[in-house]
T-cell receptor
Framework: SQTIHQWPATLVQPVGSPLSLECTVE??????LYWYRQAAGRGLQLLFY??????ISSEVPQNLSASRPQDRQFILSSKKLLLSDSGFYLC????????????FGSGTQLSVL | GENVEQHPSTLSVQEGDSAVIKCTYS??????FPWYKQELGKRPQLIID?????GEKKDQRIAVTLNKTAKHFSLHITETQPEDSAVYFC????????FGAGTRLTVKP
């Protein structure tokens, strides 16, 4: 069966520090991968999605970036965090791009102080 | 692009009562409408979904209805239980998945 791993679970970072969140999927090949952000009490905002290695689509201009160095690995990064980057970050995967069920990772609670 | 609106933002019901959450969408080409349940600090999990060629789908105490003409769909939970307490998200999909802002459901024992 397929599983999705996301880490770390919680992260407290100072403003201006870098960020690296990692997500891996097991049990499937060529998954479509997504990064979502959920601000406190808000909905899910799509940040990036990827249909394959090295292919990244960005939804919202911001100081975050994403990379997909391997088929089942998706990384969310920032060179310098802002206070507004605080939130709950969720990685997700689906077998087909859109039109299909999304399976979410367990999330990373990021607090930028 | 697609815009999904969800109401109400909070909903409190007594155990055993029914709960209804409503969503509207803007893109008439959207063809897939999932509902996710997110317990506090946990990942969203799919609880039911419906495709545009179906008007209603039911799974035990949960049902979803879709009105394509009016571009709205609803989640119905009957005989609510305290463990139904969570945040529920609707979504509409046409080449991308757009989520509603969520409804915090509280079921009082």
């Amino acid at each position: 069966s397929q599983t999705i791993h996301q880490w770390p679970a919680t992260l407290v970072q100072p403003v201006g520090s870098p960020l690296s969140l990692e997500c891996t999927v097991e049990g499937t090949s060529n998954p479509n991968l997504y990064w979502y952000r959920q601000a406190a009490g808000r909905g899910l905002q799509l940040l990036f999605y990827s249909v394959g290695i090295g292919q990244i689509s960005s939804e919202v201009p911001q100081n975050l970036s994403a990379s997909r160095p391997q088929d089942r690995q998706f990384i969310l990064s920032s060179k310098k965090l802002l206070l507004s980057d605080s939130g709950f970050y969720l990685c997700a995967w689906s077998q087909r791009l859109w039109g299909e069920k999304l399976f979410f990772g367990s999330g990373t609670q990021l607090s930028v102080l | 692009g697609e815009n999904v609106e969800q109401h109400p933002s909070t909903l409190s019901v007594q155990e055993g009562d029914s709960a209804v959450i409503k969503c509207t969408y803007s893109d008439s080409a959207s063809n897939y409408f999932p509902w996710y349940k997110q317990e506090l600090g946990k990942r969203p999990q799919l609880i039911i979904d419906i495709r545009s060629n179906v008007g209603e789908k039911k799974d035990q105490r949960i049902a979803v209805t879709l009105n394509k003409t009016a571009k709205h769909f609803s989640l119905h939970i009957t005989e609510t239980q305290p463990e139904d307490s969570a945040v529920y998200f609707c979504a509409a999909n046409n080449n991308d998945m757009r989520f509603g802002a969520g409804t915090r459901l509280t079921v009082k024992p």
